[in-house]
Antibody, heavy 123, light 110 residues
Framework: QVQLQETGPGLVKPSETLSLTCSVSGYSITSGYFWAWIRQSPGKGLEWIASIYHNDDTHYNPSLKSRVTISVDTSNNQFSLKLNSVTAADSAVYYC????????????????WGQGTLVTVSS | SSELTQDPAVSVALGQTVRITCQGDSLRSYYASWYQQKSGQAPVLVIYDKDKRPSGIPDRFSGSSSGNTASVTITGAQAEDEADYYCESRSRDSSGNHVLFGGGTKLTVL
């Protein structure tokens, strides 16, 4: 069974960098699939942040691209998110997920999700 | 346009049928997926590739798509189906591949 678990600080100060890690168990991230970060501000909808393949092929949400870095650590079967220059608007539940996507194909879906981690941006 | 549009809220009587729709230009080229999110929980995939159900999803959930509109239908809605539902598809433009989510539809089962 594929399981994902987000870890990282629950509180980040404004202008600093938010860093989260997603640990994957039950599946090797080098075996295929993209891996993604998605967030949800309180009371709001889902917002895709970024996706990565184990060969470092990356996709970014254009609205966040200038502040976001997604990376993969194959030795630890993890992938990570860094979001810099955060403001209160970045306060959200951050989810990591496995992403079924292939360039040239019509499909796109997130089949396994972590439980989510709440990150609050506040001084 | 690079967005997916959903009705904010829909209600259905217990045991009746409800359709939740999603509109967007990306749906002319790419498949829709649907997620169910109950309060305080992570989203769960209920429909992928426009009309397929993952293992474990009840067969009262079905998906369809035509033109720029995708839908998820719940036939015989149950109390446990009360949740937020989000559509999703990929998109592509000059800056690369992206993912779009609809704004979500809150389903109330009366």
């Amino acid at each position: 069974q594929v399981q994902l678990q987000e870890t990282g600080p629950g509180l980040v100060k404004p202008s600093e960098t938010l860093s989260l890690t997603c640990s994957v168990s039950g599946y090797s991230i080098t075996s295929g699939y993209f891996w993604a970060w998605i967030r949800q501000s309180p009371g709001k909808g889902l917002e895709w942040i970024a996706s990565i393949y184990h060969n470092d092929d990356t996709h970014y949400n254009p609205s966040l691209k200038s502040r976001v870095t997604i990376s993969v650590d194959t030795s630890n079967n993890q992938f990570s998110l860094k979001l810099n220059s955060v403001t209160a608007a970045d306060s959200a539940v951050y989810y990591c997920a496995r992403y079924d996507f292939w360039s040239g194909a019509e499909r796109s879906f997130f089949d396994y999700w972590g439980q989510g981690t709440l990150v609050t941006v506040s001084s | 346009s690079s967005e997916l549009t959903q009705d904010p809220a829909v209600s259905v009587a217990l045991g009746q049928t409800v359709r939740i729709t999603c509109q967007g230009d990306s749906l002319r080229s790419y498949y829709a997926s649907w997620y169910q999110q109950k309060s305080g929980q992570a989203p769960v995939l209920v429909i992928y590739d426009k009309d397929k159900r993952p293992s474990g999803i009840p067969d009262r959930f079905s998906g369809s798509s035509s033109g720029n509109t995708a839908s998820v239908t719940i036939t015989g809605a149950q109390a446990e189906d009360e949740a937020d539902y989000y559509c999703e598809s990929r998109s592509r433009d000059s800056s690369g591949n992206h993912v779009l989510f609809g704004g979500g539809t809150k389903l109330t089962v009366l």
